[in-house]
Structures are given as C-alpha cells and as structure tokens.
C-alpha cells in the first residue's frame, strides 16, 4: 500500500478538492483506495456523502486494530473508502502526546490495512504539529497544492527545509492557477527559480473545482469535459508515475 497525504500548512490551497478528486480517480482506475479525512472541518467527508464521526473519537481510533476497520466507510464509489474526519481530530495532537513514540503512531495504526487497499490517501489538516509529523513518518510522499504566489513558495520553503532528505518525497503543484494574472504566468513559468522540482501538471482557479461542494461528489462525475477535470486527471497520472517509482 503506497500512502500519499496531501499537506500544506496554509489552508485554502485546494487540499481537500485535490484529495478527493485523486481518491475517485484512483478508485476509476481500478485500484482499491481508501481516503482519510484527517481535518476535523471535514470537507472531503462531505463531499463524499458521509456523515463525520468516528466513533470513540481519534482516542479510540489510534489503538489501531479492529478501532480502525469499524472506522472505514464506503462511499457512493466502487473501490473508494473512507475513514471519515470527526470532530475530536481537533485534540490530535494532544491524543499523539502521551502515545509511546507518538511519531510512528499513525503508522502503526495503519499497519493492518497494508494488504487491504493499494493507495491511502490522507486530506491532512492545515498546520505543523505533532500530527504532521506522524503523518510524515506514514507516508511515501507529500503532494503539495501551491498556489502561484511569493507567499505560498516562501510556505514550500519552510516545508522543505523542515523535511530536509530525512522525510517523504514531496511533490509540489501548481493550484488555483489564475492565468490571467500576471504574477501567477510568471511564477509558474519560471520554474528555474523555484525551490524544488514541480509536479507539470497545474490545477486552474475554476467555478467548476467549487462546484465540487454543491454536487457533493468530484469533478469527473459531472463534468468530465472540463479543464478541471482534465487537470486532475493529468495529475493523477503523474502522480502515480511518481508513486509507483517509490
């Protein structure tokens, strides 16, 4: 099972639509995808039609074991699961404190799904704590929504600098990309001066991406023509490639 949490410490940068939407194209793709709404806001629970709670809260889901298998919900997607947020995420940190070796604690609990799923997805909340970093122990790789501006690269840089080589592979991507703006073409098409290596694939700024929150259900669902959709599934394929050399 390859894990790939979709992380930044900004909020607003297009996780939970980027979850979500790789989620239902991993699962079209053939393979089994479970997808964990670690964001006690819940937004990719909501958009998958599911109610958000677990219950006996994130205490009771990091003892692991059958905790974690009553935890995953189906959704309206073959070979799509999802372990629902719930609200307690909030004390996650708290919960990890006074965990022996709370930084491998995620992983552990993970462990008994290793034969389960092919690709876990985790929709991580926006912050640099103690969750984080079990997250990062967890994963393979880190898929990084950026939106072309001073701000969000100076973000990246921190990420970076705080993962160093010890950490998971971090994918960068270009989000909310508003073309028009002058700024955003010449961030994204000056990619020597970035940080790090970007993914090629960019997610426009699009009504279609909101959309996703009325219909409660991913892009491809509902309009598989458009320039959003296509972008996802450019970056899904990317994605992969990237994963698979992993």
């Known amino acids: 099972m390859k894990t790939l949490a979709v992380y930044n410490i900004k909020g607003g940068v297009g996780k939970t ?3 979500t939407n790789l989620a239902y194209l991993s699962a079209s793709a053939g393979y089994r995808t479970l997808l964990w709404d670690l964001d006690p806001q819940a937004a990719a629970t909501f958009y998958l039609r599911v109610k958000p709670r677990v219950k ?11 905790a974690v298998d009553r935890a995953i919900k189906g959704t309206d997607y073959e070979l799509l699961d999802l372990i629902p947020a719930d609200f307690s995420y909030r004390k996650l940190d708290a919960t990890l404190s006074r965990e022996k070796k709370p930084k491998r604690r995620l992983s552990r609990v993970l462990g008994p ?3 389960e799923y092919d690709l876990l997805i985790i929709d991580c909340a926006p912050s640099i704590a103690l969750a984080s970093e079990s997250v990062f122990h967890a994963s393979d790789a880190l898929l990084v929504p950026t939106i072309p501006t001073p701000l969000s690269l100076s973000t990246l840089k921190q990420i970076l600098g705080h993962l160093g080589r010890k ?4 994918l960068p991507f270009f989000s909310m990309v508003d073309r028009r703006k002058g700024l955003h073409r010449l961030i994204c098409e000056d990619r020597q001066s970035l940080p790090c290596r970007f993914l090629e694939t960019e997610i426009p700024y ?11 259900a991913p892009v491809a669902t509902f309009d598989r023509a458009s320039k959003a959709a296509k972008a996802y599934a450019s970056l899904w394929r990317e994605v992969m490639g990237r994963l698979i050399s992993l």
Do not use: D, F, M, Y
């Not at 699009?206 to 409660?216: A, F, K, L, N, P």
């Open 17 to 19: 639509a980027t979850a």
């Open 56 to 66: 006996g809260g994130a205490k009771k889901l990091l003892t692991g074991g059958k």
């Open 113 to 115: 799904l290793e034969g």
């Open 167 to 170: 950490g998971p592979r971090i």
């Open 206 to 216: 699009s009504s279609i991406v909101e959309r996703v929150g009325t219909h409660r």
